[in-house]
């Protein structure tokens, strides 16, 4: 999650494009309203006079001087807000449109890095990661049911593996497209190569062409980032920025969960980052190997209740289907 200098400075020439075109787009609207009202042309420049004129008096000390040309100022605004309303024209036509209002396109707030600067970050570092290839060869459009068995009926289910997984596709659909208004979170459980981590490249592909914030991590790579970000292994501005990321992103995917090394860290660290990203309203989505019992043993009550109760539990049945799955895309890929 850390940028590189030369991948900073691609994301700083973004902002400074977009500065650009701010102006550029700025400077058409007002040579249109210009050519079309004259008068408030006239207008801006008087106030522009009036500027320099108030902040003279203020400083002579002249007190009601200074009142009476706030007077001719508010007089002016209000003769260019009606000629513009009588044109037609928005009282903000001619000021400046930023695609991020809360940073005005500079990429950062108060001297922290802004919300928008961190898509644009993890935008990139998918780009110059394998993870892009990798959602490029495993989402929704190269979802087949041929990989699963079909004949076999699962007992507790009573439906092959590929009838359950029609109903396990529907779901993941119905999470990717309700997912602005409803959010949500999953967990899929069951396994090795059942199909856990294919259905959350879906959901991260899916998610990352609707321009939403996604954070794909490993479990392990995410206990790490947690260990840099509390013992200072890396800078601290970027240490906290990839904390912050993982925190505030709008989907964050644990990948893996049950991997890594557990201890007293890693379980604590687990339910923070659950339970505050439940707090902040953000959706998380986990695969794991263990089983709900087997989760509670590892990470403690508290991690497990907070699943159960939260998150919607789909388990996944059936063989190992990487093998059939892998010549599936071999076929779709020539």
């Not at 898509?119 to 394998?130: D, F, I």
């Not at 959602?135 to 049911?145: A, Q």
């Not at 396990?168 to 309700?178: I, Q």
């Amino acid at each position: 999650m850390s940028l590189s200098n030369s991948q900073y400075q691609a994301i700083m020439r973004i902002y400074n494009e977009r500065q650009y075109q701010d102006r550029y787009e700025q400077d058409i609207r007002r040579r249109e309203v210009y050519e079309k009202l004259p008068q408030v042309k006239a207008i801006e420049e008087e106030l522009g006079s009036q500027a320099v004129t108030l902040a003279r008096l203020l400083l002579d000390g002249d007190e009601k001087a200074a009142e009476a040309s706030r007077r001719r100022t508010e007089q002016l605004r209000q003769q260019k807000a009606e000629l513009m309303a009588g044109a037609g024209y928005p009282a903000d036509y001619m000021e400046m449109r930023y695609h991020c209002p809360e940073c005005r396109d500079t990429g950062y707030v108060e001297r922290k890095r802004c919300r928008c600067f961190r898509r644009e970050q993890m935008k990139l570092l998918y780009a110059q990661s394998n993870i892009e290839a990798v959602l490029e060869r495993e989402n929704f459009d190269t979802f087949t049911y041929r990989v699963y068995d079909d004949r076999k009926i699962i007992p507790g289910i009573e439906m092959t593996a590929a009838q359950y997984m029609r109903q396990v596709r529907g779901w993941c659909l119905d999470f990717v497209e309700n997912f602005e208004q409803k959010g949500g979170n999953l967990i899929f459980t069951g396994s090795t190569g059942v199909g856990k981590t294919f259905l959350t490249h879906c959901i991260a592909k899916a998610l990352i062409d609707r321009y939403q914030s996604v954070v794909y991590l490993s479990s392990g790579d995410l206990f790490d980032i947690f260990s840099k970000n509390k013992f200072h292994y890396e800078p601290e501005d970027d240490a906290q920025d990839m904390y912050s990321g993982i925190l505030d992103c709008d989907l964050l995917i644990i990948d893996d969960l049950g991997t890594e090394l557990n201890n007293s860290f890693v379980s604590s660290q687990l339910f923070y980052c659950v339970n505050e990203r439940l707090n902040r309203g953000k959706s998380t989505v986990i695969s794991t190997n263990l089983s709900m019992s087997m989760l509670r043993d590892a990470y403690s009550d508290r991690v497990s209740s907070r699943i159960v109760g939260r998150y919607t539990i789909i388990p996944l049945y059936g063989d190992d289907i990487r093998t059939k799955r892998q010549v599936q895309l071999d076929e779709i890929s020539r």
